[in-house]
């Protein structure tokens, strides 16, 4: 999926999930012969049940009805996020810091591309975690993928 159709998918559905009262955590669309899926990812305070992936998809369903941003047909399926849940926004790297995380950059810096340690802190522009008893500070343009890890 290009970046553009992501973005404006998240920009489109992500308001939706907040006024039902959920976060939307992450978006998925993978393209398959003639038709792809749109996988949505969300949480609230209280874990999310298989009630709420309904309402959800419903109310997503509709949206995308109308306004139609996918030029193919698709399968929509929503889910929780998971025991490796995916980290996307300054919001969600704030509410994780102390856990072990994992990052995967754009580019590698000094050769080394992956790292994996305990999330030390979170701001506006980036991220610091504790690596192998250093500190590294990551900005979010340089992430490619962000993840909790076990």
Do not use: N, W
């Amino acid at each position: 999926m290009s970046a553009t159709l992501r973005e404006r998918l998240i920009a489109l559905i992500e308001p939706l999930t907040g006024r039902l009262g959920y976060e939307l955590v992450d978006l998925e669309h993978s393209a398959g012969r003639g038709s792809a899926v749109v996988r949505l990812y969300i949480d609230q305070a209280q874990g999310v049940g298989i009630e709420d992936c309904e309402r959800v998809s419903r109310e997503v369903s509709a949206l995308l009805d109308v306004e139609d941003p996918i030029p193919t047909a698709y399968t929509l399926e929503v889910s929780s996020p998971g025991f490796d849940r995916v980290l996307r926004t300054p919001g969600h790297f704030a509410r994780f810091v102390g856990a072990r995380v994992f990052l995967e950059l754009r580019a590698p810096r000094e050769g080394r591309r992956r790292y994996t340690g305990t999330l030390l802190g979170a701001d506006a522009s980036g991220v610091e975690l504790e690596v192998d008893g250093t500190r590294v500070a990551v900005p979010y343009e340089e992430m490619a993928k962000a993840r909790l890890a076990g």
